[in-house]
């Protein structure tokens, strides 16, 4: 019924979220000269604002496929109160623990998998790096 609204919930908070961890960034490479930034990487690997983006495209996506989806199947209508559960009362108890159980994993599930990527690409950087410092072209 309204499952995507606990994913949705989650993506505004993460895309306030690295839009703070950006400004900071952009202010510490400001105040520091030795860092070397190329295409949203420092020396230390790729910034936290980048790996935020995966994990907002990540929900935003699943948020924009779950909406039209319960659009095609009449749980949502473009007209208040939107969700069709709302209309009557009885509903809206299943409509809530549906957000709660289905919802809510959804969400925690998209935001295990962001966390496995990034502790690839966090590996992968290393291994990389360690590897051009053993042929001497870092």
């Known amino acids: 019924m309204a499952c995507f609204l606990a994913p949705a919930a989650e ?3 993460v895309t306030v979220i690295k839009n703070n961890v950006k400004k900071k960034e952009i202010s ?6 030795d860092v070397v930034v190329t295409d ?15 994990l907002t495209n990540l929900l935003w996506g699943g948020v ?6 319960h659009i095609w199947h009449g749980e949502v209508v473009l007209r208040p109160p ?9 509903n809206i108890a299943p409509m809530l ?12 599930f998209v935001t295990a998998i962001w966390s496995v990527m990034v502790i690839i690409s966090d590996h992968l950087y290393k291994t990389t790096t360690a590897f051009k410092r053993v042929l001497g072209e870092e």
């Open 97 to 108: 623990h549906e957000i709660a159980t289905v919802g809510v994993s959804m969400a925690l």
């Open 11 to 13: 993506a505004v908070i």
């Open 40 to 54: 949203n990487k420092t020396e230390t690997g790729l910034s936290w604002s980048r790996k935020l983006n995966w």
């Open 28 to 33: 510490k490479i400001n105040l520091k000269s």
């Open 82 to 90: 939107f969700l069709t559960a709302m209309n009557n009362p009885e």
């Open 64 to 69: 924009f496929l779950l909406a039209i989806e």
